[in-house]
């Protein structure tokens, strides 16, 4: 018989006891032996019960008690805000900002702004010169394969910070102001899904 029980059986026992004091009733005396945690050998638990009154169940006695033996519940998630999430392939990216629009999945069109730089910090593109965003079709238009995996799952709103490594940007051949084997940073903000 689980342990907990007696208790509570035993607990409840005494107060009602206790409540009818004053009162004449029948009695009745239950032992129940349990091994108590901590200690070698039975211990015996004895308590005098009124038999006419209603008896609680444990559940309805106290709140189940934590089992020590029993981790706590993982805390939920921290927020995806902040968090690097590496991608096949190498890419990387870190939401600075989670969005709260509609979500960019592969086939959507989307507009972003963006700004690219090299990891020495010189900007090679960006958006924001021009004023225009780019609209593009996630795994339909021709762009490298960092931004086609680094953009799905972007919510209208949010801003993504992308480290795309050489494999997934222009290679060993590079591109106008990209020399080979570049490591490509761009910041990006998802304005809209269409």
Not at 130 to 140: A, E, V
Not at 163 to 186: C, H, K, S, V, W
Request: glycine share 12%.
């Amino acid at each position: 018989m689980n342990r907990w029980f007696i208790v509570l059986l035993a607990v409840a026992a005494l107060t009602t006891a206790g409540c009818n004091k004053e009162q004449e009733s029948t009695t009745t005396e239950v032992v129940t032996e349990a091994p108590v945690a901590g200690t070698e050998g039975d211990t015996t638990v004895a308590a005098e019960v009124d038999a006419t009154a209603p008896v609680e169940t444990p559940a309805e006695a106290l709140p189940p008690a934590a089992d020590a033996a029993t981790p706590a519940a993982p805390a939920a998630p921290a927020a995806a805000t902040g968090a690097e999430v590496t991608l096949p392939g190498g890419t990387k990216y870190i939401d600075t900002e989670v969005g709260t629009g509609k979500e960019a999945v592969r086939g959507s069109t989307v507009d972003v702004h963006y700004t690219g730089t090299l990891t020495d910090g010189k900007k090679f593109d960006s958006s924001l010169d021009s004023g225009q965003p780019f609209t593009l079709t996630i795994g339909k238009t021709q762009v490298i394969e960092g931004w086609t995996q680094g953009l799905v799952g972007m919510k209208v709103g949010g801003h993504r910070s992308l480290t795309i490594p050489a494999e997934q940007g222009y290679g060993a051949d590079g591109m106008g102001p990209i020399p080979a084997n570049a490591t490509l940073l761009f910041d990006i903000e998802l304005l809209d899904v269409k």
